[in-house]
């Protein structure tokens, strides 16, 4: 994937808008965080993930695509660089962490559609 197509994935999601965090790319649904790219450090994502196992068995498996650093340790949190991640598996990642920050009218509204 390139950073174009992150974006434009990121923005079909209701409500996701565009924003700055730590003075990169970031994206924000209705107000609150939902991710951020890394260009300038090692151009990945940030995903959140359901627990530490799940981000280390992605990282067992794929760990050219997915990898974390000191600050997301104790975290459910993984990077995946933008170039060799799966575009189904980053869909359905994202999704999912939408689905768990946007208000729920938007999603009401987005399963409806």
């Not at 434009?8 to 700055?20: N, Y």
């Not at 794929?62 to 799966?86: C, G, M, N, Q, S």
Request: aromatic letters at 10%.
């Amino acid at each position: 994937m390139t950073r174009d197509e992150v974006r434009t994935l990121l923005l079909s999601f209701p409500g996701v808008e565009d924003a700055v965090s730590y003075g990169e790319p970031s994206f924000k649904v209705a107000g609150k965080f939902l991710t951020w790219l890394r260009p300038r450090l090692d151009d990945s994502i940030v995903v959140h993930l359901d627990s530490l196992d799940q981000r280390d068995l992605l990282i067992e498996m794929d760990p050219a695509t997915f990898h974390y650093t000191d600050h997301y340790r104790d975290h459910p949190i993984v990077l995946a660089r933008i170039a060799t991640v799966d575009p189904v598996w980053l869909k359905a990642a994202l999704e999912k962490r939408w689905r768990r920050v946007a208000p729920k009218r938007l999603v009401k509204a987005f399963d409806a559609a």
